[in-house]
């Protein structure tokens, strides 16, 4: 499945943006969906993720309360409502598709998008 990922931006703090992610190639109605962020010179971290069926989200505590993962199995996308955002949510957002329930780590997504870089501004 190729995936694309879009809606970043420079935003203040204090605001929000919704990232998506567009699935192509094949349906990702089976696959367990993620968000996560790279820092220069640091690994992609966990920062979202939800399951094949949207029946279960699990986030990173650090953004509990200002992010919001969910998806659109009809369309093929999966979203990333940010809320309240900070100047250290500033990072490169990537979604990722697998086969792991649940997964936390960037080694249970085989399928990645490009990366949206969001920048909040102080």
């Known amino acids: 499945v190729q995936l694309q990922a879009s809606g970043g931006g420079l935003v203040q703090a204090g605001g929000s943006l919704r990232l998506s992610c567009a699935a192509s190639g094949r349906t990702i109605i089976t696959e367990n969906m993620a968000w996560f962020r790279q820092d220069p010179g640091k690994k992609r971290a966990f920062v979202a993720g939800i399951t094949w069926d949207g029946s279960a989200t699990y986030r990173q505590d650090s953004v509990k309360g200002h992010v919001a993962i969910s998806r659109d199995n009809a369309k093929n996308t999966v979203y990333l409502q940010m809320s309240n955002l900070k100047p250290e949510d500033t990072s490169v957002y990537y979604c990722?598709?697998?086969?792991?329930?649940?997964?936390?780590?960037?080694?249970?997504?085989?399928?990645w998008g490009q990366g949206t870089l969001v920048t909040v501004s102080s």
């Open positions: 990722a598709a697998g086969d792991t329930l649940a997964g936390l780590r960037a080694d249970d997504y085989n399928s």
